[in-house]
């Protein structure tokens, strides 16, 4: 079975520029998970969808960042413009649901680098 | 303070060495408690859940005392392919995970 699929894996742009990330949760995950994870911290949850609903999106800086999730499925988060300090790893993960049983599986992360 | 906080690292130890990772959380209503193995440059990946009771998984013994808030992660005979970073994780409810910092680990032969 497929993972979580990310796109691009890497990226680098320079400040101000847009930029847009893409995830595809692994089939049949309702929940959604959007993470950033600076270097030496561990993740941070930018937001969170179920379905194609955002339920969580306390902690995304929505002064730049936006997402979508449209049709439940796939997902894209923007960033525009983007700073010095977006410079991170970007994570998608998804879960079956969102109860504390399930577990979240996690893609490969796309690495941005703004200069 | 940190919601999740971990033992500074690195851990340098030799093949075969048991090594304990310790973690506290602040949030007393947290529901469930994991330890994730990230591998340099990969995503986090889940290593074992913590329960009440303890748990074991091979080498891996996995404890929580939630009157302490505090949860372990022990490593028997280590290897050089546990090198990696050691994430302890809260589930919140409705679904959010709070990471710690992490524990770097490196086996040397």
């Known amino acids: 079975e497929a993972g979580v699929v990310q796109s691009p894996r890497y990226k680098i742009i320079e400040k101000k520029q847009p930029v847009a990330f893409w995830c595809n949760p692994i089939s049949g995950h309702n929940t959604l998970y959007w993470y950033r994870q600076n270097l030496g911290q561990g993740p941070e949850l930018l937001i969170r969808y179920e379905n194609e609903e955002a339920v969580d999106d306390s902690q995304l800086p929505k002064d730049r960042f936006s997402a979508e999730r449209l049709k439940g499925v796939d997902s894209t988060l923007k960033i525009q413009p983007a700073e010095l300090g977006d410079s991170a790893v970007y994570l998608c993960?998804?879960?079956?649901?969102?109860?504390?049983?399930?577990?979240?599986?996690f893609g490969p992360g796309t690495r941005l680098l703004v200069l | 303070r940190k919601e999740v906080e971990q033992d500074p690292g690195p851990f340098n130890v030799p093949e075969g060495a048991t090594v304990a990772f310790n973690c506290t959380y602040s949030n007393s209503a947290s529901q469930s408690f994991f330890w994730y193995r990230q591998d340099c440059r990969k995503e986090p990946k889940l290593l074992m859940s913590v329960y009440s009771s303890g748990n074991e998984d091979g080498r891996f013994t996995a404890q929580l005392n939630r009157a302490s808030q505090y949860i372990s992660l022990l490593i028997r005979d280590s290897k050089l392919s546990d090198s990696a970073t050691y994430l302890c994780?809260?589930?919140?409810?409705?679904?959010?995970?709070?990471f710690g910092q992490g524990t770097e680990l490196s086996v040397k032969p």
């Open positions: 993960a998804s879960s079956f649901s969102d109860t504390y049983q399930e577990t979240q599986y």
């Open positions: 994780v809260v589930h919140h409810q409705g679904g959010k995970l709070i």
